[in-house]
Nanobody, 127 residues
Framework: EVQLVESGGGLVQAGGSLRLSCAAS????????IGWFRQAPGKEREGISC????????YYADSVKGRFTISSDNAKNTVYLQMNSLKPEDTAVYYC????????????????????WGQGTLVTVSS
């Protein structure tokens, strides 16, 4: 079974940090693009970061650039999102998604068609 499981969310004060994890089963990260997305109630899903082992690339949305860092541990089949200097605007459910043999631009442009998603982890940032 192909599965992604997010973890690491929680409640933090503005300026705090969290590290999210996206653990994969049923496939390996050695030829995949993994993206992080977030969605707040009433808002569209937003692609915020991506890492691709297929073309050795990373991506950050302007809203998180300089504050968030994506990384991967292929041996553990896990992708991480280190989130620093958190703001209340970062409050959302965070999801990871995967696409085989894909670039980050491809994944981010076509996320509405992706079928492999995690269940989400809630990040709440208080003022």
């Amino acid at each position: 079974e192909v599965q992604l499981v997010e973890s690491g969310g929680g409640l933090v004060q503005a300026g705090g940090s969290l590290r999210l994890s996206c653990a994969a089963s049923g496939f390996t990260f050695d030829d995949y693009a993994i993206g992080w997305f977030r969605q707040a109630p009433g808002k569209e899903r937003e692609g915020i970061s991506c890492i691709s082992s297929s073309d050795n690339s990373t991506y950050y949305a302007d809203s998180v650039k300089g504050r968030f860092t994506i990384s991967s541990d292929n041996a553990k089949n896990t992708v991480y999102l280190q989130m620093n200097s958190l703001k209340p605007e970062d409050t959302a459910v965070y999801y990871c998604a995967a696409a085989q043999s894909s670039s980050c631009p491809w994944l981010l442009a076509r996320y509405r068609y992706l079928e492999v998603w995690g269940q989400g982890t809630l990040v709440t940032v208080s003022s």
